[in-house]
């Protein structure tokens, strides 16, 4: 059982940036990939970034250019650099972490408004 906890999300003004942490507790972590997903109000969960153990990467297109996912394997760790964050960006954000199976955190909340 992958147990993955979240933090860093908050409220932040448009144009502003934020940095997501999930840790997870789980053996052979390096061998996972791990993602954040988010689903706002009324809309179906969408993916943001995945990354390979190996630390290839994969964006929505909505947020190439803005958001860095990146993760220490030493530390068991996955993290969301959002920069330039706008309102539509307004999510709940989960982290997920895939091997033979999908697991998820509990969902960490980002508000981007003025």
């Known amino acids: 059982q992958v147990q993955l906890v979240e933090s860093g999300g908050g409220l932040v ?5 934020l940095r997501l ?5 789980v053996s052979f972590f ?4 791990m993602g954040w997903y988010r689903q706002a109000p009324g809309k179906q969960r969408e993916l943001v970034a995945t990354i390979t153990y190996g630390g290839s990467t994969n964006y929505a297109d909505s947020v190439k250019g803005r ?3 990146s993760r220490d394997n030493a ?9 330039s964050l706008k309102p539509e960006d307004t999510a709940v954000y989960y982290c997920n972490a895939r091997r033979f199976s999908d697991s998820w ?6 508000t981007v408004s003025s």
């Open 67 to 69: 958001f860095t996912i």
């Open 105 to 110: 955190g509990q969902g960490t909340q980002v």
């Open 21 to 25: 942490s999930c840790v997870a507790s």
């Open 30 to 33: 390096s061998r996972y990939v």
């Open 75 to 83: 530390k068991k760790t996955v993290y969301l650099q959002m920069n």
């Open 13 to 17: 003004q448009p144009g502003g940036s």
